[in-house]
């Protein structure tokens, strides 16, 4: 049994359906729009090109590294035809991981007409391995902004080469999941003067500006964000001018990054964190485009990969469909799926 709640298009007053839904009812997407293969099996016959240098800049220990990312193709192309990007950002708190823990999930958006592009990111900052909040805070912020920084690199890189690439720049999506999920729905609102209110311009002197890692000076619009156990260190940053369509997936009892308002690790040593909750209400008070997907007791990591790959495929798409409604609604449980 699952419950889906569906939210109202303005505000963030929900109009409770308690239904018991079959799995089959939900596991298809049938919205029309130009992108045709908005849902189909996960296969392998789409090209990978890997190891793609988008950029350099200095780690936290003072060596420089040079950034990659890879970039996964729609397999049955056609022939002159753009596809919608997504840049996939990896967890691991901003001290481990890689672009290559993201091969299933890339394969899976490719596959559904995606040109899918995970980066690995300059990671490390000092966090005890035997007491979780005995950490340096001020190195922690630091690391979120390198990632910042490049993300926007590998963004303006794959602008610069979208013909080489197939993309089609209009429609740019950002997705990422934990350290991957707090980069991505920040990096829309993450102004240089946001970066210097946020974490002091001492810090940001340090590191350098939010444009660094590449020359390249390519513009891009982000048109909606896949956040998986991500947060925001601070509400405001999101208006109602400038407030971005987001699919959200997390469960309630995350102790890493917050589903409601709490601090990373739930240790106050750590900074505030707005997670799904407050985001997704604020979202949907402005009448901007969200879908929230929610695991009751849910700790940090929840649903498979094809039920977000679907969902969020379905998201991006309706996003994209030309008169059509964007997909909107709260729901609770892995058989309650926002995929129309």
């Not at 889906?4 to 009812?25: D, E």
């Not at 505030?272 to 009448?287: E, I, N, Q, R």
Request: proline share 4%; aromatic share 12%; net charge negative.
């Amino acid at each position: 049994m699952s419950i889906q709640i569906m939210s109202m298009k303005t505000g963030s007053i929900y109009t409770i359906l308690i239904a018991i839904i079959s799995l089959a009812l939900f596991n298809s997407c049938s919205k029309s729009n130009s992108y045709n293969n908005i849902v189909t099996p996960p296969n392998t016959s789409g090209d990978v090109i890997t190891n793609l240098s988008y950029g350099s800049n200095i780690d936290w220990k003072g060596q420089t590294e040079d950034l990659k990312l890879d970039v996964y193709l729609p397999p049955n192309r056609v022939a002159g035809a753009k596809y919608p990007l997504i840049l996939w950002v990896h967890g691991g708190g901003f001290l481990v991981g890689d672009k290559e823990s993201a091969k299933t999930f890339s394969s899976d958006m490719a596959a559904r007409g995606f040109v899918t592009a995970p980066i690995d990111y300059r990671l490390g900052w000092t966090k005890s391995e035997t007491n979780t909040c005995d950490g340096d805070s001020v190195q922690a912020k630091e690391a979120f902004y390198r990632a910042q920084q490049d993300a926007r690199a590998a963004l303006r890189y794959l602008v610069a080469n979208a013909d080489k690439y197939s993309i089609d720049t209009n429609w740019i999506f950002i997705g990422g999941a934990s350290a991957g999920g707090v980069t991505s729905l920040n990096l829309p609102y993450f102004t240089q003067e946001v970066a210097d209110s946020y974490l002091g311009t001492a810090l940001t002197s340090k590191l350098g500006p939010l444009n660094a890692d590449n020359s390249l000076t390519n513009s891009f619009t982000i048109k909606g964000i896949m956040s998986m156990w991500g947060a925001v260190g601070d509400l405001g940053i999101i208006t109602r001018q400038n407030a971005v369509p987001t699919i959200f997936f997390h469960g309630t009892a995350d102790a890493v990054v917050p589903f409601d308002i709490d601090h990373f690790y739930l240790c106050d040593s750590y900074p505030l964190a707005y997670g799904t909750k407050p985001v997704y209400d604020l979202l949907t008070s402005f009448g901007t485009p969200a879908v929230a997907h929610v695991e009751p007791g849910g700790g940090h990591g929840v649903f498979t990969d094809d039920f977000r790959a679907d969902n969020s495929a379905c998201f991006l798409n309706s996003l994209m469909a030309d008169g059509k409604e964007p997909e909107r609604g709260y729901y609770i449980g892995d058989n309650a799926s926002s995929c129309r």
